[in-house]
Nanobody, 111 residues
Framework: VQLQASGGGLVQPGGSLRLSCAAS????????MAWYRQAPGKQRELVAT???????NYPDSVKERFTISRDNIKRTVYLQMNSLKPEDTAVYYC??????WGQGTQVTVSS
């Protein structure tokens, strides 16, 4: 299993970013996928999940701002992040549950 995350960067508060996670080494269509994040000094937290049937779920902290989606042909899962806040600053990881992780991509929200 390989998961390659990309798309992070520096953005001003209120801005947007789209993260991508390219997957290989397994039957992508069959699996739920997830995004997590970890800020300095904090535990890794779940940001979004999407099932193989495209059912999505979000914690209250990102609901209405973040959208997870998937393209089964491209074998890629996305995280569209809008209205970004400084507290969204973290390393973002994609995951194939339960225990396959990508390498992480840094998102910094700062003016």
């Amino acid at each position: 299993v390989q998961l390659q995350a990309s798309g992070g960067g520096l953005v001003q508060p209120g801005g947007s970013l789209r993260l991508s996670c390219a997957a290989s080494g397994f039957t992508f269509d069959d699996y739920a996928m997830a995004w997590y994040r970890q800020a300095p000094g904090k535990q890794r937290e779940l940001v979004a999940t999407i099932t193989s049937d495209r059912i999505t779920n979000y914690p209250d902290s990102v609901k209405e701002r973040f959208t997870i989606s998937r393209d089964n042909i491209k074998r890629t899962v996305y995280l569209q992040m809008n209205s970004l806040k400084p507290e969204d600053t973290a390393v973002y990881y994609c995951q194939r549950p339960p225990n396959a992780w990508g390498q992480g991509t840094q998102v910094t929200v700062s003016s």
